[in-house]
């Protein structure tokens, strides 16, 4: 019973923060990228390569309308997804999470999660709008990036790790020397390829509105996670996961 619980939890956790995650993109992501589709729209238009008809509009905004109302079913999907993988890393590193409430243990990995799957990356390769880059650069783009997760994950369970055998002040050396390979890391990986030809109001909106989604989404969890984690599952890792 408690493996079905806890795999309940685990997918209820991702469900829920994905939905919100996409109720946030439809609100904030959505209308910055109609403003940015309108800019790609009006090229095409001028470069004659698309007809400004009525059936176009109509199409388009059939479209459209399909593409925002999917996001958000697709959003829940993807966040069972993450939410599966925070809940199963949760089980096996719960004990060694400072603090003896399962939401401020949910919140302190999900902090770190963050940092890691998305803040780190965010400062080197800054989401942009479907109308910025060369799709032939995507593939080197793609391998940048998850390279850089890669590089930041090890970096973050090798700080953790060696924390755990450190006392006083020799943690604080430990965490700025994570922080300074951190640093020295982020300017040997390769400048984005992109060059961004679209407005910089729009440019920054897409990521503000972005960071926010994606954030909304690891404040959601733990909360999630660490409340149905109290109620229905507390002692979960010793009956499962040894």
Known sequence: MK????????????????????????????????????????????????????????????????QKGGQIIASAILGMSFGSLFGLI????????????????????????????????????PSNPPTVGDPATVGERTMFYLGLITVSGLLMLGTCYILKFLH???????????????GVTLILFPEPADTTNVPKDLLYDFRLASAISVTSFWITIPFVLGGLWRKFIPDVRDDFIE
């Open 3 to 66: 493996f079905l619980a806890f795999i309940c939890v685990i997918l209820v956790s991702g469900i829920v923060a994905g939905t919100i995650q996409g109720i946030a993109n439809f609100v904030l992501v959505e209308p910055v990228l109609d403003r940015a589709i309108s800019l790609e729209n009006m090229a095409l238009f001028d470069s004659g390569d698309v007809q400004n008809t009525v059936e176009f509009r109509l199409e388009h905004e059939a479209y459209r309308t399909w």
């Open 90 to 125: 949760y089980a096996y590193v719960k004990k060694s999470l400072p603090s003896s409430d399962t939401i401020k243990k949910s919140l302190i990995l999900a902090a770190i999660m963050w940092l890691v799957l998305f803040a780190i990356p965010f400062v080197k390769y």
């Open 168 to 182: 006083g002040n020799k943690k604080f050396l430990a965490l700025a020397g994570c922080a300074c390979i951190m």
